[in-house]
């Protein structure tokens, strides 16, 4: 299977937006929900925000109200529009099946917020 491939991150001040974009396996995405994830220096990476096959989404509690995950099914893609950027937002992103799929990481995009 094709890895994931991520972008769309960068150096951002606080408050500012980022979109990240994810164009996913077709088989992984024709099947699973999918997830971003984000791991920060020194720490666990942690579920972000994931979206059914349907649309249905779900976000942690640190980013509910800010970031908007979806999806473009004929495209295999999956979006995070991340808004009102804090400091504790910055790390590597990665998107992945969700449950996880333990062998299908890609590279991530690295956000960097600064205050």
């Known amino acids: 299977q094709v890895q994931p491939v991520e972008s769309g991150g960068g150096l951002v001040q606080a408050g500012g937006s980022l979109r990240l974009s994810c164009v996913a396996s077709?088989?992984?995405?024709?099947?699973?929900?999918m997830a971003w994830y984000r791991q920060a220096p020194g720490e666990q990476r942690e579920l972000v925000a994931r979206?059914?096959?349907?649309?249905?989404?779900n976000y942690a509690d640190s980013v509910q109200g800010r970031f908007t995950i979806s999806r473009d099914n004929a495209k295999n893609t999956v979006y995070l529009q991340m808004n009102s950027l804090k400091p504790e937002d910055s790390g590597v992103y990665y998107c992945n099946a969700y449950p996880i799929n333990s062998v299908y990481w890609g590279q991530g995009t690295q956000v960097t917020v600064s205050s």
């Open positions: 979206i059914t096959r349907g649309g249905s989404t």
């Open positions: 077709g088989t992984i995405f024709s099947i699973y929900s």
